[in-house]
């Protein structure tokens, strides 16, 4: 039901690393695309044998049913792929980032995945990214998420940006680059599923 903030700032254009940048290693290409796809799974599983009834039940009147989710993080997975490949690839590189030791990018890496998923921690969702009834019905709005999830994973795989080099504010209260912006989304999609279980664990949700 919520997202952080900091991607009310998001602009959805298109950009490049500068020449100079380095690109991922295989390492790290592996350990994002992973997941990202073992997170697009968890999402298939929770949605799985859900019905209409069932995907449109609503704890209260002002929270998000399982289909109002799942519209939000297929909207968010535009805006965050969006705000990393274009605002931050074309903001300057930043010194701080290029001065990291190994240990302090996987620090960072790590942190990302943890604040993300950590649903003590709300915000408002920017409106761009709130349900508005995008979808129909639970399939469509799967059908969205693998479409656009397809298009990270394939950009994850083949890029040559510098996403190690250009960053912004975070989640974390440090500078997040642009690597850790696309580890977001899969963190993003495992803390609304964890939403999505709570909807169900609900005394008055559906049987069926």
Same mark, same amino acid.
């Given at each position: 039901m919520r997202t952080f903030s900091v991607v009310a700032l998001v602009c959805l254009c298109a950009g490049g690393a500068q020449a100079q940048d380095q690109p991922i290693t295989a390492a790290e290409r592996a350990f994002l695309a992973g997941h990202l796809e073992r997170t697009l799974g968890v999402f298939d599983a929770a949605v799985k044998g859900v019905s209409e009834a069932q995907s449109k039940f609503k704890e209260t009147p002002e929270r998000w049913s399982i289909l109002e989710v799942a519209e939000h993080i297929a909207a968010t997975e535009d805006f965050l792929f969006g705000y990393a490949t274009g605002a931050i690839l074309k903001s300057p590189a930043k010194p701080e980032l290029a001065a990291r030791t190994p240990a302090q990018i996987q620090a960072g890496d790590e942190g990302m995945l943890v604040a993300v998923v950590d649903r003590s921690k709300k915000a408002q969702a920017p409106e761009p990214a709130k349900p508005a009834g995008? !979808? +129909?019905? *639970? %399939? %469509? %709005? %799967?059908? +969205? *998420?693998h479409e656009k999830r397809a298009k990270v994973i394939e950009y994850v795989k083949t890029t040559h940006d510098g996403l190690r080099s250009h960053g912004a504010a975070g989640p974390t209260g440090q500078v997040s680059?642009?690597?850790? !912006? *696309? *580890?977001?989304?899969a963190a993003h999609t495992e803390r609304h599923v964890l939403q999505m279980n709570q909807v169900k664990a609900n005394a008055g949700y559906p049987a069926r």
């Open positions: 995008r !979808y +129909a019905n *639970l %399939a %469509a %709005a %799967a059908g +969205a *998420l680059d642009a690597y850790q !912006y *696309l *580890l977001m989304i």
